[in-house]
């Protein structure tokens, strides 16, 4: 009988590290758009995190789609200048860090 419960457990152990995988390469892909909605590359300068918030120093602001950045799950943006501060919550130190790496 107790075999049974290590072929539940090893079932869910094999569907846990499936749904992971997939989250991760959804994060990728949602950066990936995240980039493109800012105006690409390119109009990326500079990009700052405090605390939930994502700050990215753009050239030119017009290019940022901002209602595809709030579908993305952005819970806020405010644009200063040629700034945008979005606040995404935890993953904005994830998204400095790969946007750093794109550069």
Partial sequence: M???YII???ALLIISLIVL???KKDFTFEINK????LGGKDNILDTEINMSRFIVTLKDVSL????AI????????VEIDNQLKII????ARVLKKY???LK
């Fill in 21 to 23: 995988k997939l989250n």
């Fill in 99 to 101: 946007i750093s790496e």
């Fill in 64 to 67: 940022a789609d901002k209602d």
């Fill in 88 to 91: 995404f919550g935890p993953s």
């Fill in 2 to 4: 107790w075999w049974q």
């Fill in 70 to 77: 709030q579908k993305l799950g952005a819970k806020g943006i």
């Fill in 34 to 37: 995240l980039v493109q909605y």
């Fill in 8 to 10: 539940i457990f090893i």
